[in-house]
RNA sequence: GGGCGGUUAGCUCAGCCGGUAGAGCAGCGGACUUUUAAUCCGUUGGUCCGGGGUUCGAAUCCCCGACCGCCUACCA
């Protein structure tokens, strides 16, 4: 369907929109009303922090000259002199406007500038009675006329619906949303140093994929025109990271979208931001020391503390974390199982009889567990936690362990019931590997979406030699949300997916 | 996919057993030179999400639909 209806066919309007649109409109005749010439020198923060113990015989004896620059959040008109709150991108800091400090015509033209519009300030800095540090204004401009009004000054925007549609309104008047982003950004930050100051390569893979790889999710499709051919949005970078690993670069990492094409919810983006990495000459278990590592510094880095709060569930990223193989787990969380019952695959189904789960009788024991896992445990590993030794049959790009052909040396990461990472030593045994898809792709064959592709160039690859690797995946919404208390994804994500309007 | 809840002024929200639309903020006009969600006086503003039905009469009750939120399922 073409929907390229001109974007002002339907413009939405209201009598206020309509005042704004005749102020902006007064000042066309004066001018440029959008002028870009005024330049400030100093954020608000940064004046609160360096002169807000300053006291006013103290500023007023060695004057602060500033000029500072803001959207206008509160307004406060008092006849000849008014107070306005400019709000800039490191916090908030008062004017004080009078006829005395600008002289009474800009004054009464600022009387008429609204909520919402971008100003420029000049001027000293002083204390008023109540002790609040303000810039006694010299000279103000109007820099942004605003035409919308802003949400209710006081309980700001509270519809879910438009704080996500609007990201912009929501960050205006949420000062929460704006944390949120700032730390996830500290996040991002966080682990990019972890990994740099460890002699790890950052790279960039496809995202645009003959092949969608390594990952069982149904991708989205798209098409190359010049090419003539169809092309999937990564599911995961594993297979070409690993390729790299070949290639010589034996500590690679990457931090990037994904793209499944599967159900949106509180914890599921269409597209998410993975961090994946491999390291040569290292298995799962020097991972799992790794993320311990990785965890804490960005748990720290992005909130001050190594335990953080989560909708009022206390986490501590410090570490070590509790490292269980899923028969253990269960039986630690629920102990009417009995630990040495839970490798008979009898004994499992009959446990698992109560739940609605599919039981095929191809399940081994590794899936029978893994279903029972599922059932009773995951939601209750609150702390972090390693569940390893995941059965091989639902793990087709890790190495098989030595002591036991039926399960890989895999680990997933759960925080709070939710998977976090997943990491594994890899399958570097290129005639494996070739069975193994070869399974999939037969999988795939009999209906199954998820399965993945046979992909002959990653067997080429492996056949030059893969050396003995350790690699992850670590979801960084899912992080972030556990890191700044996000009841949803969609509040760590800035414009997530949702329907047209 | 299933269940529950929501949608009323630009924003935040009331609106009872069905009787014909309200408040605060914002806006507009006025007063006010140290306010703090400023205050005080006056005042404008509505496709009650959309469509159908019941009724003398529907924001309100019923049905269908849209969108959103939460839970659940699926999704490693």
Excluded at 314 to 322: K, L, Q, S, V
Aim: proline share 6%.
């Amino acid at each position: 369907m073409d929907e390229q209806e001109p974007h002002d066919a339907q413009v939405d309007t209201n009598k206020i929109i309509e005042e704004r649109r005749a102020k902006l409109q007064a000042l066309r005749a004066q001018g440029n009303p959008f002028p870009n010439d005024f330049r400030r020198d100093r954020l608000a923060a940064d004046l609160q922090r360096e002169y807000g113990e300053r006291d006013n015989p103290a500023l007023e004896a060695d004057p602060v000259r500033v000029a500072v620059a803001g959207r206008m959040v509160l307004k406060r008109v008092m006849g000849k002199a008014s107070f306005a709150t400019l709000q800039d991108m490191s916090g908030r800091i008062q004017l004080y406007v009078s006829n005395d400090g600008t002289g009474e015509d800009t004054h009464a033209a600022f009387k008429h500038w609204d909520l919402g519009d971008i100003l420029g300030a000049e001027g000293t800095l002083f204390k008023t009675r109540t002790g609040e540090l303000t810039v006694k204004v010299s000279r103000l401009r109007l820099l942004s006329k605003a035409l919308r009004p802003l949400p209710e000054k006081f309980h700001g925007l509270a519809d879910q619906e438009q704080r996500y549609r609007q990201r912009y309104v929501d960050l205006i008047v949420t000062p929460e949303t704006r944390r949120t982003f700032q730390a996830r950004s500290r996040v991002i930050q966080s682990l990019r140093e972890f990994f740099v100051a460890r002699a790890y390569l950052e790279v960039e893979t496809p995202m645009m994929q003959p092949l969608p790889g390594g990952a069982a999710a149904r991708p989205f499709v798209t098409h190359h025109n010049a090419l003539d051919m169809q092309l999937y949005l990564r599911i995961a970078p594993e297979l070409y990271l690993k390729r790299l690993v070949v290639g010589g670069f034996e500590k690679v990492f990457e931090i990037n979208r994904n793209f499944r094409n599967e159900g949106i919810s509180t914890r599921h983006n269409p597209e998410f931001t993975m961090l994946e990495f491999y390291e040569a000459y290292q298995d799962h278990n020097y991972l799992m020391d790794l993320t311990e590592q990785m965890l804490r510094k960005a748990a720290i880095d992005a909130t001050g503390a190594a335990e953080v709060v989560y909708q009022g569930e206390r986490i501590d990223f410090a570490g070590p974390y509790d490292r269980l193989t899923m028969p253990e787990a269960i039986a630690k969380y629920n102990p009417q199982y009995k630990l040495h019952e839970l490798s008979k695959p009898e004994y499992l189904k009959l446990a698992l009889a109560p739940f609605e789960v599919e039981v095929f009788p191809t399940d081994g024991v590794g899936v029978l567990q893994l279903k029972l896992f599922e059932q009773t445990t995951e939601a209750k590993l609150v702390q972090p936690t390693f569940i390893v030794a995941f059965p091989t049959d639902v793990s087709p790009l890790a190495r098989r362990s030595d002591a036991d052909p039926g399960v890989t040396d895999r680990f997933e990461l759960f925080i709070c019931g939710r998977e976090i990472a997943n990491g594994f030593s890899e399958l570097n045994d290129p005639e494996d590997q070739a069975e193994r898809f070869r399974a999939q792709a037969d999988a795939k064959a009999a209906g199954d979406e998820e399965a993945m592709f046979y992909d002959a160039d990653y067997i080429r690859a492996l056949e030059y030699g893969l050396p003995p690797t350790a690699g992850e995946g670590i979801g960084i919404d899912r992080l972030v949300m556990l890191l700044t208390d996000s009841p949803s994804i969609r509040d760590v994500i800035l414009f997530p997916h949702m329907r047209p309007e």
